[in-house]
């Protein structure tokens, strides 16, 4: 079985983004879509992610356009997240979540769920300082739900 700590994804200003530097960390790991009615998330996530940061929280944003609702470039998602939502967490490069050209990192997320296929934008994924799975959430779980669910992870 994979570590999520060997995981890389390519961040949206090209730089890589090593798993292995969450180590130790809590991380929650999001698909967005900017053209998604579950966008304003966003500035939810940003909220969990400033007022947990010190304590050790990490939020990682890798946009999809699984469901047709992302803009067609890194650039253009890049701006609009900055400038609707004020997101300061780092974005990766568009990824599949689903299918051919699947990114193994969802691949690796869905295989420790057990939850088979991402359904929509906005599924989102605790990890613990260990590394392990702490609970996949719903699109429609609002980012004030999972707050308890941070706390306990970073206390651990």
């Known amino acids: 079985m994979e570590a999520i700590y060997n995981f890389r994804e390519t961040e949206m200003n090209g730089g890589i ?3 292995r530097d969450y180590q130790g960390k ?3 790991i999001v698909n967005t879509a900017s053209k998604c009615g579950l966008a304003p998330q966003l500035e939810a996530i940003e909220e969990l992610y400033n007022k947990y940061r010190t304590r050790g929280l990490e939020v990682l944003g890798l946009p999809s356009n699984q469901f047709h609702q992302e803009l067609d470039s890194d650039e253009a998602t890049s701006d609009f997240c900055q400038m ?3 997101v300061t967490f780092p974005m990766t490069r568009q990824v599949v979540l689903n299918g051919l050209g699947e990114d193994p990192l969802f691949t690796y997320l869905k295989d420790q769920s057990g939850k088979g296929r991402i359904k929509w934008n906005f599924t989102k994924f605790l990890i613990d ?3 392990s799975l702490v609970k996949r959430f719903a699109p429609i779980t609002k980012p004030e739900k999972m707050e308890s669910f941070i706390i306990e992870a970073l206390k651990k």
């Open 17 to 19: 983004i090593d798993f």
């Open 84 to 86: 609707h939502y004020g």
């Open 26 to 28: 809590v991380l929650l």
């Open 129 to 131: 300082k260990n590394g």
